[in-house]
């Protein structure tokens, strides 16, 4: 006499086979655009309005601070170069 486990695993093996696929997919494929559009957003708030600080902009995109530079200076030149704006 079998289990119901296996009798459900024998039965449905296929399908979470395939659902398992597909969401490790999609959890690997998505991570890079996430990224971008982090990027993007920050990038956004620190060009419209003042909505951000040039230090929270350097802070959330992980730069490092150059002396006698300004902090809006850096963040909009990494924004520029990394969206392709010249």
Known sequence: ME???YQ????HRRVI???LFLA???FYLRTPFEK???VKDICAKL???YQITGDEA???LNLKEIKNYDNRE???YYCERYLGIK
């Open 74 to 76: 850096l963040a909009n």
């Open 3 to 5: 289990s119901k486990f």
């Open 17 to 19: 086979t395939i659902g």
């Open 58 to 60: 350097m802070m959330k």
């Open 8 to 11: 459900f695993w024998k039965n």
């Open 24 to 26: 490790i997919s999609v």
């Open 47 to 49: 060009n419209s309005s």
């Open 36 to 38: 971008e559009a982090k």
